[in-house]
T-cell receptor
Framework: DGGITQSPKYLFRKEGQNVTLSCEQN?????MYWYRQDPGQGLRLIYY???????QKGDIAEGYSVSREKKESFPLTVTSAQKNPTAFYLC????????????FGQGTRLTVV | GEDVEQSLFLSVREGDSSVINCTYT??????LYWYKQEPGAGLQLLTY?????DMKQDQRLTVLLNKKDKHLSLRIADTQTGDSAIYFC??????????FGQGTELSVKP
């Protein structure tokens, strides 16, 4: 079945550590996105990529990094520079054709302990 | 700039109609979308409307688009407790960056 998969579903991190969230899609989509969701604040765009080996900062990129070495994969690293990383992270993908919907993964809940 | 805005909360009684409103600023989007998010889950596409349409009906869902006022609404008829969720409107303007509203939390009381 085609889809977009995030892993893990729950992640715990100690303060000062980097952690990487996985996002994989087999929909042959060109565009991929990372969002952060906090209660009452909706979805805030962290990074997005419209093509392999290229990505752009979103609205809240500080403290995060991404890579897009393969079309199928868009991992997000939450670095120790991110001051408040505890949140729900959502990955999405869409076709390069702007007339199509975006598909979402089930999310990763990151908690800093 | 690009912006999509929604009210944050809506509470209705079971069986009533719910209307969730959204305003957007970029008129270049070909489609406008409504997504539903249940607790602890990702977003699922609920419905969408082509930008040259005024209305789209899909079973209990009715989408109204006023392109002149850049206003989008989602009406849910006969709202059920299972409709309780957060609803997001979204657009993809020319340039390809997916933009969401803040989400409206719909609470359905029995």
């Amino acid at each position: 079945d085609g889809g977009i998969t995030q892993s893990p579903k729950y992640l715990f991190r100690k303060e000062g550590q980097n952690v990487t969230l996985s996002c994989e899609q087999n929909l042959n989509h060109d565009a991929m996105y990372w969002y952060r969701q906090d209660p009452g604040q909706g979805l805030r765009l962290i990074y997005y990529s419209q093509i392999v080996n290229d990505f752009q900062k979103g609205d809240i990129a500080e403290g995060y990094s991404v890579s897009r070495e393969k079309k199928e994969s868009f991992p997000l690293t939450v670095t120790s520079a991110q001051k408040n990383p505890t949140a729900f992270y959502l990955c999405a993908s869409s076709s390069d054709n702007l007339n199509t919907e975006a598909f979402f993964g089930q999310g990763t809940r990151l908690t800093v302990v | 700039g690009e912006d999509v805005e929604q009210s944050l909360f809506l509470s209705v009684r079971e069986g009533d109609s719910s209307v969730i409103n959204c305003t957007y600023t970029d008129s270049s989007s070909t489609y406008l979308y409504w997504y539903k998010q249940e607790p602890g889950a990702g977003l699922q596409l609920l419905t969408y409307i082509f930008s040259n349409m005024d209305m789209k009906q899909d079973q209990r869902l009715t989408v109204l688009l006023n392109k002149k006022d850049k206003h989008l609404s989602l009406r849910i008829a006969d709202t059920q407790t299972g409709d309780s969720a957060i609803y997001f409107c979204a657009e993809i303007p020319i340039g390809g960056k997916l933009i969401f509203g803040q989400g409206t939390e719909l609470s359905v009381k029995p």
